[in-house]
Each structure stands twice: as structure tokens, then as C-alpha cells.
């Protein structure tokens, strides 16, 4: 496509959009969104489609998810009853039941009501081994921005006098029950460009923030800094970081009083297992004769290579068709979460002393598998050592939960849901496209009942595309009830950018190769149209975030392609997006727009600067949130507005709560997924 140039930043017109509570922004906001609800919420099935999204985001077959500390398994839980939310827990022994008897530790709708705050959940750090003391994130509406308050779990209450640190984004972490590692907005100086914390401090209870003491810094141009303690007794270690950029870190071993460089690829990530060191490798590493291409594991002694030594070895080499998903340590085996042409398998490596023996787990196969140990080494002859949760799902298959063990293939099935929908008649096939330059594009269809490759059917297309993140096989009860079971067709595509394929499959697309990315979406949407799968007038687009780059980018390169388009939390202005709150972050993904070789390649596809008068577009859903303190809305708003000015259809819903999900609770997220499933039929519709 011809390079559009950009409108310098002083003429923009739209500029004031940016203005997140600015006064004549939320009218406009308003305005907007009383227009797009009135068109969408009067279509027929629009309240029972509602009714039934809460339904099942409420439902109380849910597996309730937790984090085991010490004797207790956590789980955070919302409900019809519990908008905003408990955060709860029980013994593992009670977890075995149908129904656990849960002990409330926190009421956030209470404690909201208390405070005339709107919380939101954002996560606890506990100390253990008792897991007595522990710091709680609070967020406001849901942006990223945190409040955090020392909490007693024992007594079920806010410590008075303890730690507590105002609204910002951050970094904590227990050294003790008296200090903790703190990362926060300490004012002038102490935040990256990114708008991350770039100091880090030791901080004595008792004493005022101000007097804590610096142990780390990072520079303005890094992304954040971050601290992580690991108490294992014998192998306690403290490590620091320094984002650099998305991908790239500084890492530093806290030893006696002195910060260590850990000598390892800058885009490695590293592990302990006490005395291992486990590396996972973004790009290739040789040492002396021996190469380990990128996404390989590594281990090795972590003491021996601290001291200079270089002797490595692979728990996993990728293929042509298999990445590594992530891995999970008992106190004695790794389990290799892997994927193969996007379906789930599973290993387990035995440690002894410093070697491996690998053996292959016979799991459920071919969706999506999640492994968690449960294994905590701050307890003594831990009776879960070995222990690890395994889930498994695909498109029709409900989610399972089950404990398992290394000790052998035998496991526990905990939790299982029952059908969100009918599945009879249904099936899901994996497919593949040929892309503009070649490469073959793997996708998921999901066919309703009696559906029939006839060129009619509505179908969804869903892409993300970015940051080596992969889509794998999901189970919906949203998608089953709004979509499937009125004939709609989901198809998921795995397009470079994600990490389906490991590190290459993402490195593919990054930078001056994004348009990638956007090339193997059209060809997936070209490959359902060629196979009669959908047709145009019937196919529709959906992504989030950089999934709404995506679709964005997609439907103004080829609007001929869809009549419909969700593009959720979007980035869409990409001559300004490093200036705008976290955008400063991701430039290690699309390029630095200030300088002029990567506007070059970053202005041929940013849709902001490319949307055009004259040129008929679908009819666009622009979603997104006031609290999105991530991508900022102004992305949004600013498309929405230029199109407008430009004479074409869209619709426009920004939720004033939500932050970068959208929604804060479930009453939330039904209302808006049926504002998208009402569009979705409304425009693609037989």
C-alpha cells in the first residue's frame, strides 16, 4: 500500500479525544454510546441473549481456580451475588467435594460499599510459610494503576499501621514479615517513558516511604524494573530486572550486599529449581561446539555457572511444529507444557543430582492443556511435592481439572463442567492457509449443527497476531450460546506475531515485518470465501488490543473482505501510540515512529492515518474503557471520530469501568459481549 503520510501532531483535529476525563470528551463519549446502545440493544433477542451471557458467566459449575499456599487452596470468585467479588479459600480436602465449603476472607463488594470505592480484585502476595501477611492490590475500575494494603489472612482484616501504598502501577514483594521490595511512583524521575516504575527500594515497617533505601535503578528508556524473591531454604536468591524493552532484560543475583550480572542472552528468561538453572531462549545461543536454537530450555548447575562454566543441556529443542508452551517445577521434575500444530502435550523431566531423564506423559489430546505444581519448598516433607493441577479443553469439549502426579500417568479428576450448549452435530477442524509470501497459516473452525460450506454461513474470524502470544482451542459458553446455536461459524486463526510456533513464528512479524501479520489474516479470511466456507457479505473480523491493531489494520487494507468488524481496546494511531501511556513498551514490537526509516513501514498500515473518505467500509464496533490505563482509549475515539467526519457508519461503546478488559464484572462483561453479539447478527445474518 502507498505510504500515507501523517497529519503533524499540532493539526490533528482529534487531539482533545485524548483527554481521558476531560469534560468535552465524555460528552462526546456519551453521545456516542447512547446512539450505539439504542441501535443495538433494540434488536429482538438482544435482553435474552444478555440474560443468557450472565447466565453462564455466573454459572455455578464454574471450576473455581486457586493458588495453594500452605494449607490452603485461594480462589478468587464473582457472582450474581458478588459482583465485584470474594476472595476465598478451603482445604484441598474440601476442594475434592462438589460443593467446598469456602471461608470468605475478603468481600470487595462490602469492602466497596464500606469505602464508597470501586474496587476490583487485582491480586495478593503473601508471605510464607504461614501466608499470614500478605499485600493486596486494589485497583480502581480496573486499570492496571494499584492500590496496595497489608492484609492480615489470619484475622481477615487490613493490618492498621501496616504497608500501604498509593494508586500506581508496580512491583512488590515480601523480604521479610518486617521489609519489603517496593517498585511504585516515588515522584518525580522514579517512572519509565512507559509509565512503569523505574526505582526499586527497600522499605522497613514502620517507617515513612520517603525514608526507604534505593537498591536498584533503571533508566528512563527502559520499559519497568522488577524484583523476585525466591525463599527456598539452601537456594535462597533475590533477582532483579531491567526491561530493556519488551523482549530484552538486564538481570542481576542480589549476593551479600553486591548486584551480580547473571551472563545470559539478553532475551532469555531465567528459572531456579534450586541448584538449577533453567534458561528458555527467544533466539540461538551457541557455547563452544554446541548450538541451541531459539525456543529451546536449557539447564544447567547454577552454581558452576555462576562461577564461568558453560555446560548446558536442552529439556526441549522446538521443531518445525513444536513450541514450548511454558513449564512448571515440582520438587524434582519439570513438565514441559508443549504444543504440536497448536494442540497440547505433555512432558516431565526427572531431576537427579544434574541430570535429566525425560519421559512423556500420556495426557488429554488434541486441545488445550494448562500444568501447574503445586509444590511449595517452605514446607517440610511437603506431602504435594510432586503434586501438579492438569486441565484440559478444546472448542466442545467443557473444562476438567485434575490432580495429578509424577509418580505416574494416574491422576484425580477434581472438577468438570457440564455443557454451556449443544454440541450434538457439531464439529472443529483445523485448516491451513497460504499466505501473500508463501507460508502455510494454521486456523481453527468451529461448524455449528447442519452447517453446510454453502458460502452463507455467518462466521467470526478471531486473531491476535502479537507479542509471541498464542490462541489455542477454548470452550465457550458465550460462543455457544449467542453464536453456535444460531448457526454461526467461529474460526480462530494462528498468525504470525503469536508464538504458536515459537519465537520464529512470532520474530516473523514484528517491526518492519507486521504487515505479515496482517497478510496471513486476509489470507485466512480469502481461504473461508475460496472454500465457501462464508462470503463476504457473511464474514465478520474480532480482536482485542493488538488483536484490534489487527482488525483494524485488516479491514482497511481490504474492507471488501467483511461486513463486520469488532475491534476491541484497540491501538489504531500508530504515529502517536509511544506516547500514550503504556505505548512506550511495545516498540520493540512495531518500531519507534519518531524516527523516519520506522514511520516508513509503521505509517503503511496504521489505521488512523490510513482510514479514507470515499472508500466503503462495514459498518465498524469500536469497544473500549475509560479505566484503560494500557491502551488508551483516545485510540478508539479518535478512529471512531475520523470516520465519522469522513461520512462513514460506526458504532461506539466505551464502558467507564473495566480497564484493559473491557468490563469489571459480569453484569459488565454480559452487557457488552451482547452489545457484540446483537452487531455480529445484525450485520451478518442470513
Not at 537427579?352 to 503445586?374: C, I, M, Q, W
Request: net charge neutral.
Amino acid at each position: 500500500m502507498p505510504q500515507t503520510p501523517a497529519l503533524p501532531d499540532s493539526t490533528d483535529p482529534y487531539l482533545w479525544l485524548e483527554d481521558v476525563q476531560g469534560d468535552k470528551a465524555l460528552d462526546w463519549v456519551r453521545e456516542r454510546n447512547a446512539v450505539s446502545q439504542k441501535v443495538l440493544m433494540a434488536q429482538p433477542d438482544f435482553e435474552q441473549t444478555r440474560s443468557q451471557l450472565l447466565e453462564v458467566l455466573n454459572a455455578k459449575d464454574r471450576i473455581p481456580s486457586v493458588t495453594r499456599r500452605g494449607d490452603w487452596l485461594y480462589n478468587f470468585w464473582q457472582d450474581e451475588r458478588n459482583k465485584r467479588g470474594l476472595w476465598r479459600r478451603t482445604t484441598l480436602a474440601d476442594y475434592r467435594n462438589a460443593s467446598p465449603k469456602w471461608e470468605t476472607v475478603l468481600d470487595l463488594d462490602a469492602l466497596g460499599a464500606a469505602e464508597n470505592e470501586n474496587w476490583v480484585w487485582g491480586g495478593a502476595v503473601c508471605l510464607g510459610p504461614s501466608y499470614r501477611h500478605c499485600l493486596i492490590s486494589l485497583s480502581r475500575g480496573g486499570a492496571d494503576a494499584k492500590v496496595v494494603r497489608e492484609f492480615d489472612a489470619a484475622r481477615r482484616e487490613f493490618v492498621k499501621d501496616g504497608f500501604t501504598l498509593p494508586e500506581s502501577k508496580g512491583d512488590v514483594d515480601w523480604i521479610d514479615e518486617s521489609t519489603i521490595y517496593v517498585a511504585t511512583n516515588f515522584g518525580p524521575g522514579s517512572m519509565t517513558d512507559s509509565g512503569y516504575p523505574r526505582v526499586i527500594k527497600r522499605w522497613k515497617r514502620g517507617t515513612p516511604l520517603s525514608e526507604a533505601t534505593t537498591v536498584f535503578e533503571g533508566e528512563a528508556k527502559d520499559v519497568a524494573v522488577h524484583v523476585s524473591v525466591d525463599p527456598t531454604p539452601g537456594f535462597e536468591r533475590t533477582v532483579f530486572y531491567r526491561s530493556l524493552d519488551f523482549y530484552n532484560s538486564k538481570v542481576f543475583l542480589l549476593q551479600g550486599d553486591k548486584l551480580v550480572p547473571l551472563d545470559i542472552p539478553s532475551d532469555a528468561s531465567p528459572a531456579f529449581m534450586r541448584d538449577t538453572l533453567l534458561l528458555h531462549l527467544r533466539s540461538d545461543m551457541t557455547v563452544g561446539e554446541q548450538r541451541f536454537p531459539a525456543g529451546s530450555l536449557l539447564h544447567t548447575n547454577a552454581s558452576a555457572y555462576l562461577q564461568g562454566q558453560r555446560k548446558l543441556a536442552a529439556l526441549f529443542t522446538p521443531t518445525a511444529t513444536r513450541s514450548l508452551s511454558g513449564y512448571t517445577a515440582t520438587k524434582s521434575h519439570v513438565l514441559l507444557n508443549i504444543i504440536d500444530n497448536v494442540a497440547g502435550k505433555l512432558e516431565q523431566w526427572h531431576k537427579s543430582g544434574d541430570l535429566f531423564t525425560r519421559r512423556e506423559v500420556n495426557a488429554p489430546y488434541p486441545g488445550s492443556l494448562g500444568v501447574s505444581a503445586l509444590h511449595d519448598p517452605l514446607i517440610k516433607d511437603d506431602p504435594l511435592a510432586e503434586a501438579y493441577w492438569l486441565s484440559y479443553t478444546d472448542f466442545l469439549t467443557p473444562d476438567s481439572l485434575y490432580l495429578g502426579s509424577t509418580a505416574d500417568d494416574k491422576r484425580e479428576l477434581l472438577k468438570s463442567r457440564g455443557a454451556l450448549f449443544d454440541g450434538t452435530g457439531m464439529r472443529a477442524e483445523q485448516r491451513f492457509a497460504t499466505s501473500k509470501d508463501g507460508t502455510k497459516v494454521p486456523y481453527f473452525v468451529v461448524w455449528p449443527k447442519d452447517a453446510k460450506p454453502d458460502g452463507a454461513n455467518p462466521t467470526l474470524l478471531y486473531g491476535y497476531g502479537g507479542f509471541e502470544i498464542s490462541l489455542k482451542p477454548w470452550y465457550s459458553g458465550g460462543f455457544g450460546r449467542a453464536w453456535y446455536r444460531r448457526g454461526g461459524v467461529l474460526v480462530v486463526a494462528n498468525i504470525r506475531g503469536g508464538g504458536e510456533y515459537g519465537p520464529a513464528w512470532h520474530q516473523a512479524a514484528v517491526k518492519a515485518n507486521k504487515q505479515r501479520s496482517y497478510d496471513d489474516f486476509i489470507a485466512v479470511a480469502e481461504d473461508l470465501v475460496q472454500h465457501q466456507i462464508t462470503s463476504p457479505k457473511h464474514l465478520g473480523i474480532m480482536g482485542g488490543s493488538n488483536g484490534g491493531l489487527l482488525v483494524g489494520a485488516t479491514v482497511t487494507q481490504r474492507p471488501d473482505l467483511f461486513n463486520a468488524v469488532v475491534c476491541q481496546v484497540p491501538l489504531l494511531d500508530m504515529r502517536r501510540y509511544h506516547t500514550l501511556l503504556a505505548g512506550a513498551s511495545w516498540m520493540a514490537e512495531y518500531g519507534n515512529p519518531d524516527l523516519p526509516d520506522e514511520w516508513a513501514y509503521i505509517s503503511r498500515y496504521s489505521p488512523y492515518q490510513n482510514v479514507k473518505p470515499g472508500v466503503k467500509y462495514p459498518r465498524v464496533l469500536f469497544t473500549t474503557s475509560t479505566r484503560d490505563d494500557r491502551v488508551h482509549p483516545g485510540h478508539a475515539r479518535k478512529m471512531a471520530a475520523r470516520m465519522l467526519e469522513q461520512g462513514h457508519d460506526i458504532l461506539y461503546y466505551e464502558n467507564i469501568e473495566g480497564g484493559h478488559g473491557g468490563a469489571a464484572d459480569n453484569e459488565q462483561r454480559a452487557h457488552l459481549q451482547a452489545l457484540e453479539y446483537s452487531y455480529l447478527w445484525q450485520q451478518l445474518g442470513r
